[in-house]
């Protein structure tokens, strides 16, 4: 069974940053795709970054420059590093594997997320 827990969400100010921490069992991060979802409430969920297995990173045109996706395969843990955030990056965070043959922002499947919540 695979599970991606997420975990590190928090309530922060708007500028401020957060480090989101994703542990991985059931599978090795090194040989998948593993990104990251969200969800806001009365939208749709919307990837937010991904990194593949050869190391080559992705991200929406909203977390571009903004947000860092890596890796400790050592540890099997994936990190979401999220500065200068905004109000509208609240959200419940997923950590995520990508599906096989899609873009990279088509997730196949998800554990529990983590909110994140940014206020103005």
């Known amino acids: 069974e695979v599970q991606l827990q997420a975990s590190g969400g928090g309530l922060v100010q708007t500028g401020e940053s957060l480090k989101l921490s994703c542990v991985a069992s059931?599978?090795?991060?090194?040989?998948?795709?593993i990104g990251w979802l969200r969800q806001a409430p009365g939208k749709e969920r919307e990837g937010v970054s991904c990194i593949s297995g050869d190391g080559s990173s992705y991200y929406s045109d909203s977390a571009r420059g903004r947000f860092t996706v890596s890796r400790d395969n050592a540890k099997n843990t994936l990190y979401l590093q999220m500065n200068s955030l905004k109000s509208e990056d609240t959200a419940v965070y997923y950590c995520a594997k990508r599906a096989d043959g899609v873009n990279w922002d088509n997730f196949a499947s998800w554990g529990q997320g983590t909110q994140v919540t940014v206020s103005s």
């Open positions: 059931g599978l090795n991060i090194d040989d998948y795709a």
